[in-house]
């Protein structure tokens, strides 16, 4: 049930992002996840409520953000002036315009979480020592990101008021500069974090015995996202602002099962290089993802659909 109330709070969030209201968005968003943080030391630390906590916790804080995400839209936002009236309205002509992105990228998350969930299973396969190893190097790899997942989001306003501006120019002068501004945060933060990497690791207390192996995985990982991960998930997100969401969801489904997956199993169980050829390819499938983009971004037809 929760899920109505995220859904809510995500929708409010984006509208705002796309009129350039980035700090009601964050105060939405931090309104919800302190929420959400707060009740979790109440109902699991203080009061014992385990897993029912969390749940409570969760339900509670999504809700209570949608709440706040509508009072703002009805009480305090003057620019979009919506009414409650509004709500209950269905332009269905704007409706097939949005769904005509919507739905490309809603199936892209379906296929690329299971493609996930497959890899996870073979990972499964690799042991208990490689279940952690990928756990933890996912959670320090996507703190490595936040910088870059920050400008990917930005970038969908940006890019999205340039087109609607019909200033290509400017939208590809904009794709580029957040581009290199991606890979120096991901550089930025390498530097500055794998100097840390051992009081890093240690908050996660893992065993020994893959403590080194996790520092190859995150090393080369490190490395290798400092030119392909901007490429690979910034300008998709561009494209998709500019309309192209139908050939950026097809080409991330693709590669996710072709090399993410397939090439994930040959390279970690067939050939044997376990968690290590996993992230490798991992790793390929960014560099051919991205590479693909760059093609796109190059032409014309990224830009040319009509969607207002």
């Known amino acids: 049930t929760s899920f109505i109330g995220i859904a809510v709070v995500q929708a409010v969030c984006g509208a705002l992002r796309g009129i350039g209201k980035t700090r009601a968005s964050l105060a939405l968003s931090l309104i919800m996840n302190l929420l959400y943080v707060l009740l979790n030391i109440v109902f699991i630390t203080l009061l014992n ?14 809700f209570a ?6 009072y703002y839209l009805f009480r305090v936002d003057v620019t979009l002036h919506i009414r409650l009236r509004d709500l209950f309205h269905f332009p269905i002509s704007m409706l097939r ?14 296929f690329f979480n299971g493609g996930k969930l497959l890899t996870q299973v073979f990972i499964v396969s690799l ?36 087109i609607g ?33 051992r009081p890093l690791v240690g908050l996660f207390n893992p065993p020994p015995e893959i403590v080194n192996d996790l520092f190859v995985v995150l090393l080369i990982n490190t490395l290798v996202q400092v ?6 998930f910034i300008l998709p997100s561009a494209l998709r602002a500019a309309g192209d969401s139908k050939f950026t969801s097809i080409t991330s489904m693709l590669t996710m099962w072709l090399f993410r997956v397939i090439l994930g199993y040959i390279m970690g169980i ?29 032409g014309k037809k990224w830009y040319a659909h009509k969607l207002i």
């Not at 409520?49 to 999504?62: D, E, H, K, Q, Y």
């Not at 953000?65 to 509508?70: E, K, M, P, T, V």
């Not at 904009?174 to 930025?188: C, D, E, M, N």
């Not at 067939?270 to 190059?298: D, K, P, Q, S």
Request: glycine share 10%.
């Open 49 to 62: 409520m385990g897993v029912m906590g969390m749940t409570l916790a969760v339900n509670i804080a999504r």
């Open 65 to 70: 953000g949608a709440a706040c995400a509508l």
């Open 97 to 110: 315009k949005i769904m005509f992105i919507g739905l490309p990228f809603a199936a892209e998350q379906m």
């Open 127 to 162: 042991g208990t020592y490689a279940i952690a190893t990928n756990a933890i190097g996912s959670s320090l790899a996507a703190v490595f990101q936040i910088p870059a997942s920050a400008l990917s989001l930005t970038i969908v306003t940006v890019v999205g008021q340039c």
């Open 227 to 232: 030119p392909l991960w901007s490429v690979s």
């Open 270 to 298: 067939v050939l044997g290089y376990g968690i290590l050829g996993v992230w490798l390819a991992m790793n390929c499938e960014w560099g051919v993802r991205g590479a693909i983009f760059l093609w796109r971004f190059r």
């Open 165 to 197: 501006r019909g200033n290509i120019a400017d939208a590809r002068k904009f794709i580029r500069s957040f581009l290199w501004l991606g890979a120096f945060s991901l550089a930025l933060m390498g530097l500055i974090l794998m100097p840390l990497y």
